[in-house]
Structures are given as structure tokens and as C-alpha cells.
């Protein structure tokens, strides 16, 4: 009798061959990274600007639901107005499902408080720039840590007054000086103080005002690395600058435990996009986009910090491209 099309009976200890025999397995190493990452954990640093009294504190714990602030960690020092900017930081461990973060809130307290504002940027800028220096010398170091502490400012979160006209002088200053240096967030604090026309209007004139001046604030145009995530940040730019509310409170709406701000004509949800715009930052800022805050950070912004120095270092080393022409203009800001 024929066998032919009939399954031949298996011989005893030959394993049966896997199907699959195109299967390499590079993609096990997603699983690789992963688990290394969560291994090592991850960094953050946030820094916070704008004149006191804008609710900087509460939006901070609002976004991480956790007390992370400076003024929550020192709830009892008697809080007075600086007569000059400080700078002031606080870190936390920080873990969800698993995943660390050493998360680092940075204020300023004193900014935009004097009757005199100006130059009130700089020690801001010398702060940044002192991080891009310390992380530069360990980087040059002979015997180099195997991971070097990361105290880079990775995004800068810049409170405008809900005033409804325009940008003030000062808020201009700021942004245009810090744009080239840190990844700058605008956010129209407690923006519950406008109707729904007065944020639109002045959100509109925000962004107006910034093309206009010049300055570049995250997601900046020129980093997007293809149609899909110009796509994406399109959507995001014509947005900003997010009308925010923060509150740590919680209330029961329609049998629900919601943050809000409880008002005597109802309570304004933190995190409903019908009432604003917090749901959208908060997105930005953790859910979609901090590892790129942090590669922008490290590929351009301390980039460009790190060739000037070197080049401050060892002038007479050939540059391809003009590259020192191209920061020479930095060198002046910074």
C-alpha cells in the first residue's frame, strides 16, 4: 500500500521541529531594555517659574498625586517674599507599578516678586547652565562614573498671571532668554479666573506673541524627527499655552471622587478637559513625551553647551560645518 500523504510515524526521542523557522528573536531585546530600565530606574527634574501666589506648588502635587512641592515638604517655615531669585530643589522617590523615579522639583522663589523684575532670569540661567558644567566635568573625567547623576533641568514649567490681555514684558525676557537653554512649558495658571472666550482670546495672543518674539517653546518645530510626530506635536502647539487649574482636593461629584476647586456654583474638575486643560499637560509632560523632554535635553540643549565649552577650551580645533559659528550667537545669552 502507498504511504504516500500519510504522516510518518515519529522515531522515539526526535523532537518535533518548530514551525516557525524564520524566527531570530531580535525582538527579545525590547524585553532586554525593559527590564535593565526598570532595574536602574529613571530621573526627572522639573523646574517651576513664576511669580508667587499662581498655585505653582499645587499644580506640582496635583500632577504627580503626591505631596512633591517644596512648600509641602516645609509646610511649617513662615513663607516671605526673597529679595533676590533663589533657587530652591527637592527630590523624591517616586514609584508606580513597579517603575522608580527619582523625581526633583525645582522653585524659584522670589521671580517676577521685586518692583524691579529685571534681569531677574539670570541666576535661573546660571542655574541651568551650572548642571549642563557639573554633568560636563564628570562626563571629561578620566575614571568616569558608570552613571553619571543627571541634575540637568529637563523642562522648565513657566506660570503666566491669567491677566486676559497679553503677555507682560518680563514674561517675554524670560522665555526668550530660557527657550535656548531649557525646554520651556507655558502654562496659564489658575485659569479658572477666565470664561471660556477670555482663555481662548488670550491664548491666542499668547501664541502670537511668541512667534513674534521668536521664541521656541516645547514641542520646538525644528526637533520633530518625522510626518508622524509633527502630526502628533501640531496638535500639542496649537494648544499651548495649557489653561491649567491644580487642586489636591478631593470631592464626591455624581458618586465619583474627583481633584477639583469647590465653588459656590459648582466644582471644577482637575482632570475633566470640558473644564480645563490640566489632562492635557499632565499627558505631555508623563504620559507621552518626557523621555523625548529628556533626549532634547541631552541631545541638544546640553549639545550645544558642551561644544561651546570645549570649544572655550581648545579655540583652535577645526569645526565642520561652522558649527562654533552656529552657537556663536549662544555664547553672548549664555
Known amino acids: ?103 526633583t522639583v525645582i522653585d524659584t522663589p522670589g521671580f517676577g516678586d521685586q518692583i524691579n523684575n529685571e534681569n531677574c532670569w539670570q541666576p535661573i540661567m546660571k542655574f541651568i547652565n551650572d548642571q549642563y558644567e557639573a554633568y560636563l566635568q564628570e562626563e571629561i573625567n578620566i575614571n568616569r562614573k558608570k552613571r553619571i547623576p543627571d541634575t540637568r533641568v529637563h523642562c522648565c514649567i513657566y506660570f503666566i498671571p491669567p491677566t486676559g490681555h497679553c503677555l507682560r ?5 524670560f522665555m526668550r532668554h530660557l527657550s535656548k537653554v531649557v525646554n520651556i512649558v507655558p502654562v496659564i495658571a489658575k485659569a479658572d479666573t477666565l470664561t471660556l472666550e477670555e482663555r481662548d482670546s488670550f491664548k491666542k495672543t499668547i501664541r502670537e506673541e511668541l512667534r513674534a518674539n521668536g521664541i521656541d517653546v516645547y514641542p520646538q518645530k525644528e526637533f520633530d524627527e518625522d510626518a508622524e510626530d509633527r502630526m502628533i506635536n501640531d496638535k500639542i502647539r496649537e494648544m499651548i499655552p495649557f489653561a491649567v487649574v491644580g487642586s489636591d482636593q478631593e470631592y464626591q461629584v455624581n458618586g465619583k471622587r ?36 529628556k533626549d532634547i535635553t541631552c541631545s541638544i540643549h546640553y549639545e550645544t553647551y558642551r561644544v561651546r565649552r570645549l570649544n572655550e577650551s581648545n579655540p583652535a580645533t577645526p569645526q565642520p560645518n561652522g558649527v562654533a559659528a552656529q552657537h556663536e550667537a549662544l555664547s553672548h545669552e549664555m
Request: positive net charge; hydrophobic residues 35%; charged residues 30%.
Open 258 to 293: 474627583i481633584l477639583g476647586r469647590k465653588t459656590k456654583w459648582g466644582t471644577i474638575e482637575v482632570e475633566n478637559i470640558a473644564h480645563c486643560e490640566f489632562a492635557y499637560l499632565r499627558d505631555l509632560l508623563i504620559r507621552t513625551h518626557m523621555q523625548n523632554i
Open 1 to 103: 500500500t502507498s504511504t504516500v500523504g500519510r504522516p510518518q510515524p515519529q522515531a522515539k526521542g526526535e523532537k518535533t521541529p518548530i514551525s516557525d523557522t524564520s524566527y531570530v528573536g531580535i525582538d527579545a531585546i525590547l524585553e532586554q531594555m525593559r527590564r535593565k530600565a526598570m532595574k536602574q530606574g529613571f530621573e526627572f527634574n522639573v523646574m517651576v517659574v513664576g511669580q508667587s501666589g499662581l498655585g505653582k506648588s499645587t499644580l506640582m502635587n496635583t500632577l504627580f498625586k503626591s505631596k512633591v512641592s517644596r512648600k509641602s515638604v516645609q509646610p511649617n517655615v513662615e513663607e516671605r517674599i526673597p529679595k533676590t531669585v533663589e533657587i530652591k530643589s527637592v527630590s523624591h522617590d517616586v514609584e508606580e507599578k513597579g517603575v522608580r523615579m527619582k523625581l
Open 169 to 173: 514684558p518680563l514674561d517675554v525676557e
